[in-house]
């Protein structure tokens, strides 16, 4: 649980990074979450183009399932 002196450094301002540092800073009012990247947008991250984002192509069936719910979400 965060306390009131809590602190988040999140590396990486793609979908997932931005996403955690939203989540943290949203349920984590008091927290200090701060969000680096190169820049943005970094043509070199994993969620540049639309292929990289959410892919439903893994080794393990559980987490393609997954990835497939995600899509449709």
């Known amino acids: 649980m965060a306390t009131l002196n809590s602190s988040y450094i999140v ?3 793609g979908v997932f990074g931005a996403s955690t540092a939203l989540t943290l800073a949203q349920n ?3 927290a200090s ?3 680096v ?4 947008p970094f043509r070199e ?4 183009d639309w292929t990289k984002v959410i892919r439903a192509h ?7 399932q ?3 719910e995600a899509k449709n979400f």
Request: charge should be negative; aromatic fraction near 14%.
């Open 45 to 48: 991250s994993a969620s540049w």
């Open 66 to 68: 997954l990835a497939l």
């Open 11 to 13: 590396v990486g301002s």
């Open 33 to 35: 979450v701060v969000l």
């Open 37 to 40: 990247d190169r820049t943005v």
């Open 28 to 30: 984590y009012p008091s």
């Open 58 to 64: 893994y080794a393990d069936i559980v987490y393609m």
